[in-house]
């Protein structure tokens, strides 16, 4: 098979650990490794994992050596090389459960440690000298992977095409490396369209694993034919489910997890919430440097994971039946998920403009998260943000590092009632951004993608129209409420009610059947809590939305002991 290189720097030289991506394990760590694995003897040639396996292993060379290569085609990318007593290999995919990206081949005859999944996983939660060596060596092999695009995926599509900026957040946001290929540019692409018998109407295209090919498919077919979920038992009773992956969702995992909880997670897109999309969070306690939503996001879910926390990644809660126990949730492809505990952190999602033509640009030219994709595609050029919170606070301020100009539209009279303060000195010390009070946006015009932008300032009534393609609406939020029904006490918003803001009324008409009060975040049913966003008169602020999950899983205890 031919080869051609697209080497990983071994070893890529880290401030604090020189080796920290491809550590060396000492003699005594070994010997504490060993008796969770078995030793074998392998020979030059055999394959010890492929890309696409599920659940594979673990191995720590004792002799010999081994290549990291990525299938393409009837050519493979050299990766990196093992060749030292003592290496490991393995990254992210290892502890999330998700189909191998690369391929494993020995070629030097040779000992390992072969450890299983289970055998991975107690070391991990167990010894906490392996575990940061190991957590660090994955999540820096996955980072890397990123960077190089080196991964299962092949993405061709087009800058001015929603569904290929649906399936490029999709990728980035759930941390999977792929290659795109820009239809726009690209040479070659009508090569590659070729040769797997791809017209243009159908882009965007996936190509997974080099061989499944996915046209325009929905974020459930790619995660299915990724592998996304194919580890979990979905028939497996769970002490609690957490409906939601945003920050409150997350820590709820973490702790749950962490506890001993038989936890699962669902999550319809990717972790994070609305806070994932965020690029950069600077008043989030102990990063005095900020964070971007997707890093913290991106920590969390491999900390739930660590801890044996099981997410469900494309799925989202239709219905949930409450009128018996245990709770049953059923997702939209009608699996049915049985849990003796509930906590719903489904979030809020931003309102939509009552603009006409709206949907038509909605990823061609209006947006309702800022991150990197985002901020390439409106560089140099003029843009709008809409909203007064610190969500539009920190877009505004993100994209004015390559936006020509930032226009921030807020229908006040400014921000200081909505934002944090240092977002607004930010905007006001910008001299590239723009705030407009008093302002809503009237029409949005273009031919297949926004080119037109008019808004109106409802002070003085005088309207102005500019060439405008870029637009990011952070307006207020409506909760993701819609698939209870009538299982807890909403207030007139539709956000969920809970502990002490249930009213005797309220608990009287639901049929409150303890004789204790409601749980702090509990809602009007018995053991179903609701936490961050979706919850009445929340505070709207990352780090509430982590205490709140963390909370929920002390309260979820008891909820369970009562049982």
């Known amino acids: 098979m031919a080869q051609y290189t697209v080497t990983l720097p071994t070893p890529v030289e880290d401030p604090n650990h020189p080796r920290a991506m491809f550590p060396i394990l ?24 492929d890309q696409g396996q599920v659940g594979i292993h673990l191995f720590v060379f004792l002799s010999g050596g081994m290549e990291i290569v990525q299938p393409d085609g009837d050519k493979e990318r050299l990766v990196t090389y093992h060749r030292d007593p003592g290496e490991f290999t393995g990254e992210v995919s290892m502890i999330s459960g998700r189909r191998c990206l690369v391929r494993g081949r020995v070629t030097e005859d040779g000992e390992v440690i072969d450890i299983a999944p289970d055998g991975v996983q107690k070391i991990i939660q167990t010894d906490s000298e392996l575990s940061e060596i190991m957590m660090r060596a994955f999540i820096l092999r996955r980072v890397e992977l ?37 239809l726009d540019t690209d040479k070659a692409a009508q090569e590659i369209l070729d040769r797997f018998g791809v017209t243009i109407h159908e882009i965007p295209v996936v190509i997974c694993r080099g061989t499944t090919v996915l046209r325009n498919p929905s974020i459930q077919k790619l995660a299915d034919c990724l592998g996304y979920n194919q580890a979990i038992n979905p028939v497996q009773m769970r002490d609690v489910i957490v409906v939601g992956a945003g920050p409150s969702g997350l820590a709820a995992a973490v702790y749950a997890a962490s506890e001993g909880l038989d936890v699962m997670v669902i999550e319809n897109n990717a972790p994070g919430g609305q806070a994932g999309s965020s690029s950069k969070i600077e008043n989030y306690l102990g990063f005095p440097t900020g964070i971007s939503g997707q890093e913290l996001a991106g920590r969390a879910y491999t900390q739930a994971k660590k801890f044996g ?5 494309s799925r989202s809660a239709a219905r949930l039946t409450c009128d018996r126990k245990p709770y049953v949730v059923e997702l939209d492809d009608e699996t049915k998920l049985l849990a003796r505990a509930i906590i719903i952190a489904t979030g809020a999602q931003y309102n939509k403009l009552n603009v006409p033509n709206l949907a038509l640009f909605e990823g061609t030219g209006v947006f309702y998260g800022a991150t990197y994709i985002e901020s ?55 001299p590239v951004i723009q705030l407009h009070p008093f302002t809503q946006i009237t029409a ?8 037109r932008v ?15 393609r870029h637009v990011f609406l952070m307006t207020g939020a409506s909760p993701r409420t819609e698939w209870l029904k009538d299982c807890v006490v909403l207030d007139d918003r539709g956000f ?32 179903v809590f609701a936490v961050g966003d979706v919850r009445a008169d929340n505070v ?24």
């Not at 969500?391 to 226009?407: D, E, F, I, R």
């Open 376 to 430: 390439q595609l409106c560089e140099g050029e003029e843009i709008v943000v809409v909203g007064g919170g610190n969500s539009a606070g920190q877009a505004a301020v993100y994209l004015s590092q390559t936006a020509k100009k930032v226009h921030v539209l807020v229908r006040s009279a400014g921000l200081s009632d909505t934002m944090s303060r240092y977002l607004i000195r930010r905007i006001e010390e910008s």
């Open 540 to 563: 709207k602020r990352v780090a509430s939305a982590v205490g709140e999950g963390s909370i929920s899983v002390h309260l979820v205890h008891r909820v369970l002991q009562e049982q």
């Open 496 to 527: 969920i009610k809970t502990g002490r803001d249930l009213t005797v009324e309220d608990l009287t008409a639901a049929k409150w059947p303890l004789e204790r009060q409601p749980h702090l975040l509990e809602t009007s049913l018995p053991g």
């Open 454 to 468: 008019t808004w109106q300032d409802k002070k003085t009534g005088l309207s102005e129209t500019r060439d405008i």
């Open 444 to 451: 949005l015009d273009g031919d297949g993608q926004l080119e």
């Open 309 to 313: 926390a099981d997410i469900f990644i």
């Open 26 to 49: 000492t003699v005594a760590q070994i010997n504490r490794i060993r008796p969770l694995g078995q030793v074998h003897t392998v020979k030059r040639g055999d394959l010890l994992f």
């Open 146 to 182: 990123i960077r190089l695009g080196v991964g299962d995926v092949v993405l061709l599509g087009s800058r001015h095409c929603s569904g290929t900026l649906r399936l490029r957040e999709f990728l980035t946001r759930n941390g999977h490396p792929y290659s795109y290929v820009d």
